[in-house]
């Protein structure tokens, strides 16, 4: 496969994933806007490299040949801090991440929330528009970027984790700001030619 047919095939196993997600008060509202959904995973998805698309399509067909879905287990983790009281109910029923997976997962957290907030800083109006940038900020009816981030990457296989930290340990030796690869392709699909003139030009309406 190529690039773009990689992105794809992740896309479509993801969307019936996320859209088959049960929330303890039913379907979440965001679980309706397709667009929206689109549009942050692809933003994400195509600033990775064929190797990492490839090795996490791996992950995503082997989960769901066994009919796990690792949307679930993404937003099950998050409750942790979300929503304390029914994560005790579910604990059990979560892989159990080994020490060698936490530490992947710690490592590429804190590159990731760098990023994040190197870029917020620069581009305020991210910050206005998007997630409280740290666990200790969560709550039922919002989530942390850090907690999104944790839960993404703890459903991801120790190979994809591995491939994925060399990716970004290479983005930063270059000087290259992960997030802004992201916002840079999240902009253009939201019909602005770039940051500075999402900056200049924002309504909030947007992200």
């Given at each position: 496969?190529?690039?773009?047919?990689l992105i794809e095939a992740v896309y479509a196993i993801e969307l019936d994933m996320f859209e088959n997600v049960h929330h303890v008060n039913g379907k979440a509202l965001c679980?309706?806007?397709?667009?929206?959904?689109?549009?942050?995973?692809?933003?994400?998805?195509?600033?990775?490299?064929e190797e990492i698309l490839g090795s996490y399509l791996y992950d995503l067909e082997s989960a769901k040949a066994l009919g796990f879905n690792l949307m679930s287990e993404k937003?099950?983790?998050?409750?942790?801090?979300?929503?304390?009281?029914?994560?005790?109910?579910?604990?059990?029923?979560?892989?159990?991440?080994?020490?060698?997976?936490?530490?992947?997962?710690?490592?590429?957290?804190?590159?990731?929330?760098?990023?994040?907030?190197?870029?917020?800083?620069?581009?305020?109006?991210?910050?206005?528009?998007?997630?409280?940038?740290?666990?200790?900020?969560?709550?039922?009816?919002?989530?942390?970027?850090?907690?999104?981030?944790?839960?993404?990457?703890?459903?991801?296989?120790?190979?994809?984790?591995?491939?994925?930290?060399?990716?970004?340990?290479?983005?930063?030796?270059?000087?290259?700001?992960?997030?802004?690869?992201?916002?840079?392709?999240?902009?253009?699909?939201?019909?602005?030619?770039?940051?500075?003139?999402?900056?200049?030009?924002?309504?909030?309406?947007?992200?």
């Amino acid at each position: 496969m190529c690039k773009e047919e990689l992105i794809e095939a992740v896309y479509a196993i993801e969307l019936d994933m996320f859209e088959n997600v049960h929330h303890v008060n039913g379907k979440a509202l965001c679980q309706s806007e397709r667009d929206i959904f689109r549009i942050n995973r692809l933003s994400n998805l195509k600033t990775w490299p064929e190797e990492i698309l490839g090795s996490y399509l791996y992950d995503l067909e082997s989960a769901k040949a066994l009919g796990f879905n690792l949307m679930s287990e993404k937003y099950a983790r998050m409750m942790e801090t979300t929503y304390a009281e029914e994560y005790e109910k579910i604990k059990d029923c979560i892989p159990v991440l080994t020490d060698e997976k936490k530490k992947l997962i710690n490592k590429l957290t804190h590159i990731l929330l760098d990023w994040e907030s190197e870029i917020r800083h620069r581009y305020p109006f991210l910050d206005h528009r998007g997630r409280p940038l740290y666990s200790n900020q969560d709550s039922v009816v919002m989530t942390s970027f850090e907690t999104y981030t944790r839960g993404e990457l703890s459903v991801l296989s120790m190979n994809t984790l591995e491939l994925y930290l060399n990716h970004c340990e290479n983005r930063i030796n270059q000087g290259i700001n992960g997030s802004e690869e992201i916002y840079k392709n999240m902009i253009v699909m939201y019909g602005y030619a770039s940051l500075e003139a999402a900056a200049e030009k924002f309504d909030g309406s947007i992200l």
